[in-house]
């Protein structure tokens, strides 16, 4: 239950704001391309323009991301610890490989206004049209235009962004800062930039359709968002490698925990069982043995879900949760030996009824009880 729980994809949670255009986006929520955004490739220049308000800041959330299994590189924007962060990733099929990240600037708990622009002179980032940071060492090829857009979640991890998605823009050339400044006052003051024909706008999303699972991209024929009747990720990662899976911050450690505390009962319980039966000499090593297919088939069925993350660390915590669970039974029934030989008659019986040692367990049940 607590592994694969809700045993089922939920319902994908994103509503239509009212009053205002924009859209609401739940726990669980996405939105996804039809197809590629414009199907060519090439091109060194990007702008992205995005108006949200988050609910959550404190954690890493992805706010949207361009995938095409066939391309070897992507991006995407997330909220991670306080912080906008964009990141050139090289997805492959089951697995994230190393990523170059851009952190931009704090992000707080109210509607903001964020642009990026990329081009040969590097990555400048704007904060509700003012210029917060600039580096030479990061770039945002206008190549992942040509892949699919997944808006408030990874396309291959369960990440998804709760909040408010009011505005979105995306250009095939770098907007200068007065260019920034403009588009900023337009969105604000009419919910809208105001741009011209030929200025390299690949897609325009202001979100006032205010019903139906369509987002139109109100500057050319491709690129309609859809908003899916269940949440879904493009494609689900199974068994990501743990070099991939490890993140310094206290979110992945606290995961390593549960996965290890989970497993201890499960572990102590089984070799409880097994010992009291006795059908072979190496009980500890079938009890670990069997917690780790246990936890491999719970991963492999988490692959399906997505609202569930399918990974190799998790085998190995839950594995090492099933050998503390049996070094906490032998320890728990070396102190009941112990206590078998108390002088208080119930302090020997109840002490017997846990005792791992069979003699022990006869010999003190049988007297201890007689007094009791």
């Excluded at 994230?96 to 708990?109: M, P």
């Excluded at 068994?239 to 290890?260: F, H, M, Q, T």
């Excluded at 112990?338 to 020997?348: C, D, E, G, I, T």
């Amino acid at each position: 239950m607590a592994c694969l729980w809700p045993f089922h994809s939920p319902a994908n949670q994103v509503a239509w704001l009212a009053p205002g255009n924009g859209l609401r986006f739940g726990r669980h929520g996405t939105l996804v391309s039809r197809g590629a955004l414009t199907p060519g490739r090439g091109g060194e220049q990007f702008t992205l323009e995005i108006w949200l308000r988050p609910n959550h800041i404190w954690a890493t959330r992805t706010i949207l991301a361009f995938y095409d299994p066939r391309h070897p590189a992507g991006f995407s924007l997330h909220l991670s610890d306080g912080y906008f962060l964009a990141e050139r990733k090289l997805w492959n099929r089951e697995r994230i490989a190393a990523s170059r990240k851009f952190y931009v600037s704090r992000a707080f708990r109210r509607l903001t206004f964020l642009t990026l622009t990329s081009g040969a002179q590097g990555t400048k980032a704007y904060i509700d049209g003012s210029l917060v940071r600039a580096t030479r060492r990061f770039r945002i090829p206008s190549d992942v235009l040509s892949d699919r857009l997944v808006v408030a979640n990874s396309p291959v991890l369960n990440e998804s962004w709760s909040g408010e998605l009011k505005g979105l823009a995306l250009y095939s050339h770098a907007l200068t800062a007065a260019e920034v400044s403009r588009d900023y006052k337009d969105w604000t003051r009419t919910g809208r930039p105001e741009i011209a024909r030929g200025n390299g706008v690949v897609a325009l999303y202001v979100f006032d359709e205010h019903s139906g699972n369509v987002v139109r991209n109100q500057w050319g024929p491709r690129g309609d968002l859809i908003i899916p009747k269940r949440y879904v990720e493009l494609h689900h990662t199974l068994l990501r490698s743990p070099w991939d899976e490890y993140s310094p911050d206290w979110g992945y450690w606290k995961d390593v925990l549960i996965n290890i505390a989970g497993f201890v009962p499960l572990g102590f319980f089984c070799y409880a069982y097994l010992s009291s039966i006795s059908f072979c000499r190496r009980l500890m090593l079938v009890t670990v043995i069997f917690g780790g297919i246990v936890s491999l088939t719970v991963e492999v069925l988490q692959a399906y879900l997505p609202t569930r993350d399918s990974g190799v660390t998790d085998v190995i915590t839950n594995t090492l949760g099933m050998g503390m669970g049996v070094l906490l039974f032998r320890c728990a029934c070396a102190v009941c030996e112990s206590l078998a030989h108390s002088r208080y008659a119930k302090v020997r019986y109840l002490a017997g009824l846990f005792a791992h040692n069979p003699s022990v367990e006869r010999n003190e049940l049988q007297r201890a009880g007689s007094l009791v």
